[in-house]
T-cell receptor
Framework: KNEVEQSPQNLTAQEGEFITINCSYS?????LHWLQQHPGGGIVSLFM???GKKKHGRLIATINIQEKHSSLHITASHPRDSAVYIC?????FGAGTRLTVKP | EAGVVQSPRYKIIEKKQPVAFWCNPI?????LYWYRQNLGQGPELLIR????????DSQLPKDRFSAERLKGVDSTLKIQPAELGDSAVYLC?????????????FGSGTRLTVV
């Protein structure tokens, strides 16, 4: 079993839909990261959180330390949001969720 | 400020040949990570340095992979000899503190193709 599990693996949405990506982890945590990777592009850090909730634009990240679970939400999704979203805990990464937003 | 710099961006080699990747982390970042990312998968940690000390290399295939971070700044990852299955993107990242508690910055990666 991976130490960091993400779901779903792939997600296709229509433009404007609300999107949720989930991450569960089994390792100890000082901080959890949500990262974005575009095809052929580098990895960009979206959020780092250790409790509660953070919001940046249309992106919202939440974490429940007791349940060892985090979610990344995208409101009013747009085709430019199409990318792989990766959850990371410490130095361990999830396999990523490939999001495709169709116009 | 320059980000994490990796070179080369692309490398094509024949199997059984050696190859080396170089990473220059952000100035002042004590922690440096090397990751391998296969197509369609998340990054897999190969080795983590705290300054010049390798503190987590449990996933590094030590029979053919080696790494060093002399003086706790730049780092080199080497594969010798390379195998077909080593084709992947090799990513370097750095952070001010260990375990990414202060956030990662990634380099652009080196795409290795072994033929």
């Amino acid at each position: 079993k991976n130490e960091v599990e993400q779901s779903p693996q792939n997600l296709t949405a229509q433009e404007g839909e609300f999107i949720t990506i989930n991450c569960s982890y089994s390792v100890g945590i000082s901080a959890l990261h949500w990262l974005q990777q575009h095809p052929g592009g580098g990895i960009v850090s979206l959020f780092m959180l250790s409790s509660g909730k953070k919001k940046h634009g249309r992106l919202i990240a939440t974490i429940n330390i007791q349940e060892k679970h985090s979610s990344l939400h995208i409101t009013a999704s747009h085709p430019r949001d199409s990318a792989v979203y990766i959850c990371a805990v410490g130095a361990r990464f999830g396999a990523g969720t490939r999001l495709t937003v169709k116009p | 400020e320059a980000g994490v710099v990796q070179s080369p961006r692309y490398k094509i080699i024949e199997k059984k040949q050696p190859v080396a990747f170089w990473c220059n982390p952000i100035s002042g970042h004590n922690t440096l990570y090397w990751y391998r990312q296969n197509l369609g998968q998340g990054p897999e940690l190969l080795i983590r340095y705290e300054n010049e000390e390798a503190v987590d290399d449990s996933q590094l295939p030590k029979d053919r992979f080696s790494a060093e971070r002399l003086k706790g700044v730049d780092s080199t990852l080497k594969i010798q000899p390379a195998e077909l299955g080593d084709s992947a993107v090799y990513l370097c990242a750095s952070s001010p503190r260990r375990t990414g508690a202060y956030g990662y910055t990634f380099g652009s990666g080196t795409r290795l193709t072994v033929v």
